[in-house]
């Protein structure tokens, strides 16, 4: 029999109102990898902490390296190798590679001094642990997501990991960089490390995973070694329901002039002669490597970034997109990557986040905000998108991520945009909102918009696009007929670039 | 391999390097025009003009290095300064100058950890604080304790002022020295240097300024780190008001309050962060140094002084400017 290294019994766990897990259990083996899988809520995030000693369950019992706890202090899971890697990783953009690796044993060997010697020769020996190299005095602010993840693993390994846990690590990594977690988490298999490994992209859950165990509103509902599972499977464990794989079908309306022509649209630093069009009721994908410029063709559309020769046509018409108002007006609207930092007022209701972006045209004759006019517009498409709040005065913050990107959506759908460009729609969203807002972008395409959408989700892709194109180095390199192409086929061609 | 490690340093000190030389060029342009800027009495007495601020700006250096804005530093400052002046008069008018700065520095602890009180443990930030902290302790000092200028202050104050080392004579027979409170000043700015540098808790201090969630994560005792922080505040306050007092030879409770955002101003122009996280100690002495000049020396180019206080604000600007719009190009925005 393999040797459990940790054992977690029964779990109950409850904040006021809401019972967070009840009766969970799960184990790691000696260097197993497990996936922990569920939706947000599900109760993921509470079994991390409290594995990592930073909650105290109800009731429960954690058996870990053969002794037994009720709940584990955080400094006792430490001592037995727990060790969390934060979706934010937790490091200090501020300081060097190398401060931010050995500045933790110092903290754990109670020393008081520095010897910048001894934190080079710390830092480059937990960096050779996984075989990377990383330049010790980058400011760690200025590394490559990927990179910073590879401290925050070393760090871990720095402190006698014996059982690793990764929350959400490929969110901001791209294909090659994902490929490479994997052969350090394969790495840290053979050294003897278990990974417990929390994602959204089963793809990749797939991929990596030996087992599994899945949780839906605080429950366990299924576990197993990963041959048993497939991705619908895991899909209708996660959300309880099935969930639709079919993809879009787009039905030419007839129309002569394509709601947007691009045309010979270039900029000295990011993108050269990108030329397409969009046709009414049309979904194009656009992917690509990550600084491959589809983020900055999307965002000089919008008027953000500056573009330095090309034209943009608008239902046959030129129009300027050199400024965000100029886009707007012309009918385009651009829903952000990061929701949280570019799109919304987090702070601020529904309501206002809704109707910011016309506010000039909720004007009364004095020049005031119209806010009964407001209120319809907000209330239609609150409806109209079926966002799921009490109040349309309660603020964006409240809402689930799937909710937010809604309001997101509803804000820029009231300013009567023919195109929408999308960049990550459904990034860090769950998969149930994820088909309700795949769901609703058809609806909107067939009703007529013409949309573009940016994403590293190939499924989401392949989906829900009619045509895919991959950009390379500013450069628009592949163009695929959406109904005719293959996942796979869309990895390869993105393997391939350099 | 030299040659990029030199790059290196000029990347990471860019912001000293370019307040380094506008030190210089200005220097340079004062000399030339009026040549009385470089004797030695003129520099000796620059150099002794940056002391009191100098000392507030290590303190303030600190805090918002850590992420955070103290603006009660004056305020400590006076009280510490006129509540000793006060006492040892009182009790012992023959106290030594290092027990009389003992005691205003040890006074300026207190007062700092009762800023750290309310940042740390109640978690209420910095600004808000020390802005009622500030008017408090000073409302307090004159309300309570007096609004008389202490002109007889104890010998050993009067005798700290005429201490001056490195003596020369001038063109015209005068001999000047260096006061010792530069050197105070420039031993203090080692001091904290060394400590951020070399002192886990100094790392700690900026690892607060970079991510206040990660460095609790870390295994950090942020609470240690913030008491550690304002009552070293508290500590330069109490040493910059007595020496404050004893330069200008009396003890007037009305003074240094209103001059926090100009110390503020140098150790941001000296390229620390207000933000957090990011400064040297060299840049922000180099800050003062740059203030001090501007503040001292520009009349003696037939500048108006009310010009003073303009060109103070161009150069932070331009100087903030040109490192952010170098960032913002290098990472290609």
């Not at chain 1, 990895?491 to 350099?498: D, M, N, P, R, T």
């Not at chain 2, 009396?250 to 100009?262: H, K, Q, R, W, Y």
Request: with cysteine; net charge neutral; hydrophobic share 45%.
């Amino acid at each position: 029999m393999e040797e459990e290294l940790i054992v977690v019994e029964n779990i109950e766990k409850s904040f006021p109102g809401v019972r967070a897990l009840s009766d969970v259990s799960i184990s790691l083996k000696k260097a197993e990898i497990r996936c922990l899988a569920g939706e947000n809520g599900s109760g993921k995030s509470t079994l991390i902490k409290v594995i990592s000693g930073i909650y105290k369950p109800e009731k429960g019992l954690i058996t870990i390296e053969g002794e037994q706890y009720k709940s584990l202090h955080p400094i006792e899971a430490i001592r037995h190798g727990v060790q969390v890697i934060y979706q934010d990783l937790s490091l200090f953009p501020n300081l060097t590679v190398a401060e931010n690796l050995a500045l933790n044993s110092y903290l754990g060997n109670n020393k008081k001094l520095l010897k910048w010697k001894d934190v080079k020769k710390i830092a480059s020996s937990a960096l050779s642990k996984i075989n990377v190299e990383i330049d010790l005095n980058g400011i760690v602010g200025s590394l490559t997501v990927a990179d910073k993840q590879l401290v925050a693993i070393s760090r871990a390994l720095l402190n006698n990991a014996k059982i690793v846990i990764m929350d959400e690590p490929t969110t901001a990594l791209t294909q090659k960089e994902v490929d490479s977690l994997f052969k350090i988490i394969l790495n840290l298999k053979e050294m003897g490390i278990s990974t417990l490994f929390v994602s959204h992209k089963l793809r990749e859950v797939i991929e990596i995973s030996e087992e599994i165990t899945i949780l839906r509103n605080g429950r366990k509902v299924a576990e197993g070694s990963i041959d048993q599972f497939d991705e619908p499977k895991i899909v209708y464990h996660m959300t309880g329901r099935e969930v639709g794989t079919e993809r879009y079908k787009y039905v030419p309306r007839g129309d002569k002039l394509p709601v947007l022509t691009v045309q010979h649209y270039s900029s000295d630093t990011h993108f050269e002669d990108v030329n397409f069009d969009i046709h009414s009721g049309e979904i194009i994908g656009i992917t690509g490597l990550l600084g491959s410029g589809r983020t900055e063709l999307a965002l000089s559309l919008f008027g953000i970034h500056q573009h330095d020769s090309g034209k943009v046509l608008v239902e046959g018409k030129e129009v300027s997109t050199n400024t965000i108002n100029d886009a707007v007006n012309s009918g385009i609207a651009y829903v952000p990557e990061d929701r949280l930092s570019e799109g919304l007022f987090l702070q601020q209701s529904i309501a206002r986040n809704t109707y910011v972006s016309i506010l000039d045209r909720l004007q009364n004759k004095l020049g005031f905000v119209d806010f009964p006019k407001a209120d319809i517009t907000v209330e239609t498409w609150i409806d109209n998108l079926s966002i799921a709040t009490p109040s349309k005065e309660n603020p964006v913050s409240s809402l689930s991520g799937g909710n937010q990107q809604r309001v997101v959506l509803a804000r820029w759908l009231a300013t009567d945009a023919k195109i929408l460009i999308l960049n990550g729609p459904t990034v860090g969203v769950d998969i149930g909102s994820k088909e309700d807002i795949h769901n609703k972008l058809r609806e909107l395409a067939r009703s007529g918009l013409a949309i573009l959408i940016i994403s590293d989700d190939i499924p989401e892709i392949v989906q829900n696009c009619n045509r895919i194109f991959v950009m390379h180095k500013g450069q628009i390199v592949e163009r695929l007929e959406g109904s005719r192409t293959h996942e796979n086929e869309i990895v390869a061609i993105l393997k391939k670039l350099k | 391999m030299k040659i990029s490690a030199s790059k290196n340093m000029l990347k990471r000190f860019r912001h000293e390097f370019i307040i380094l030389a506008i030190i210089v060029v200005l220097s340079i342009t004062i000399g030339s025009i009026n040549s009385q800027f470089y004797s030695v009495g003129n520099i000796y007495s620059l150099l002794k003009s940056t002391v009191i601020m100098g000392l507030f700006a290590l303190g303030s250096f600190l805090v918002l290095v850590s992420g955070d804005i103290d603006i009660s530093f004056t305020a400590i400052g006076v009280f510490c300064m006129y509540v000793t002046s006060k006492l040892v008069l009182l009790v012992m008018p023959g106290a030594g100058i290092v027990l009389i700065m003992l005691i205003a520095g040890l006074m300026g602890v207190l007062l700092g950890f009762i800023n750290a009180v309310f940042i740390s443990l109640l978690k209420m930030p910095g600004l808000i604080v020390t802005l009622g902290t500030g008017s408090m302790i000073r409302g307090f000092l004159l309300t309570f304790i007096g609004v008389r200028i202490i002109n007889k202050l104890p010998d050993s104050m009067i005798a700290f002022s005429k201490i001056t080392l490195l003596h020369k004579a001038q063109e015209n027979g005068h001999i000047v020295g260096l006061s010792i409170g530069f050197v105070v000043f420039i031993a203090f700015a080692i001091l904290i240097y060394l400590a951020l540098k070399y002192t886990v808790t100094g790392r700690a201090v900026y690892a607060l300024g970079g991510d206040r969630v990660a460095t609790a994560r870390v295994g950090f005792n942020i609470t240690k780190v913030q008491f550690f922080i304002y009552g070293t505040v508290g500590f330069l306050s109490g040493l910059a008001g007595v020496t404050h007092s004893s330069f200008m030879r009396n003890g007037n409770p009305f003074d240094l309050v209103g001059t926090e955002l100009s110390v503020i101003a140098a150790v941001v122009l000296g390229g620390t962060s207000i933000t957090g996280g990011k400064g040297t100690v060299f840049g922000a002495v180099l800050g003062v140094f740059l203030l001090v000049l501007i503040n001292n020396s520009l009349i003696m180019v037939g500048i108006p002084s009310y010009w003073q206080r303009a060109v103070v604000g161009i150069i932070i600007l331009l100087s903030t400017g040109s490192v952010a719009l170098q960032e913002r190009r290098s990472r290609g925005v």
